[in-house]
Nanobody, 115 residues
Framework: QVQLVEAGGGLVQAGGSLRLSCAVS????????MGWYRQAPGKQRELAAA???????NYADSVKGRFIISRDNAKNTVYLQMNSLKPEDTAVYYC?????????WGQGTQVTVSS
């Protein structure tokens, strides 16, 4: 059974920083793509950032230059460093991994940015 456990959400003032982490456990290895999606109230879930096992990254335009995604393949863990946070970054952030044609999701972690 594959499990994704997220940590690092919380409340921060605009301009501040947070770091999210997502540890993947279970019988899973050589994960192709790891990423972070987010869903704000009343909006659809959207990709924030993703990274391949080769280190190729992809960012939503709204977070480029402020967020940095990274991964530790030995630990099956993905990170999202979020800097210069804005109130519009407020959302539930979900970890996602794609492996052998399947999508796996974390339970979500709330990020709230106050103005």
């Amino acid at each position: 059974q594959v499990q994704l456990v997220e940590a690092g959400g919380g409340l921060v003032q605009a301009g501040g920083s947070l770091r999210l982490s997502c540890a993947v456990s279970g019988n899973i290895f050589s994960i192709n793509v790891m990423g972070w999606y987010r869903q704000a109230p009343g909006k659809q879930r959207e990709l924030a950032a993703a990274i391949t096992n080769g280190g190729v990254t992809n960012y939503a335009d709204s977070v480029k230059g402020r967020f940095i995604i990274s991964r530790d393949n030995a630990k099956n863990t993905v990170y999202l460093q979020m800097n210069s946070l804005k109130p519009e970054d407020t959302a539930v952030y979900y970890c996602n991994v794609k492996w052998l044609g399947h999508n796996y999701w974390g339970q979500g972690t709330q990020v709230t940015v106050s103005s």
